[in-house]
């Protein structure tokens, strides 16, 4: 079993910053891509921001130069650094990882329980 725990989401001005982190745990051959996603009210989960092990990295056209997305392997850790978030920014946040438990099994895609992100404006 994986386990995705996230944590650093809060309420924060228009403007301001967060830093979220999600760790996987648990039975874990490797991690593949790991990723943020984000859900608001009334709409589809859309993707933020995904790294893969190697560090290349993807952002929605929403969010480029403003998040950061970076991973700590060793850790089995995600990062996402939010900056001059807005309002539209609102939203559940979950993790995803792409983990593998045994070597030579096929990955499977994990999620995180979400942590709420509020900008106020």
């Known amino acids: 079993q994986v386990q995705l725990v996230e944590s650093g989401g809060g309420l924060v001005q228009a403007g301001g910053s967060l830093r979220l982190s999600c760790a996987a745990s648990g039975s874990i051959f490797s991690i593949n891509a790991m990723g943020w996603y984000r859900q608001a009210p009334g709409k589809q989960r859309e993707l933020v921001a995904a790294?893969?092990?190697?560090?290349?990295?993807n952002y929605a056209d929403s969010v480029k130069g403003r998040f950061t997305i970076s991973r700590d392997n060793a850790k089995n850790t995600v990062y996402l650094q939010m900056n001059s978030l807005k309002p539209e920014d609102t939203a559940v946040y979950y993790c995803?990882?792409?983990?593998?438990?045994?070597?030579?099994?096929?990955?499977?895609?994990?999620w995180g329980q979400g942590t709420q992100v509020t900008v106020s404006s």
């Open positions: 995803n990882a792409d983990v593998a438990v045994v070597a030579g099994w096929p990955p499977y895609d994990y």
């Open positions: 790294i893969t092990s190697g560090g290349s990295t």
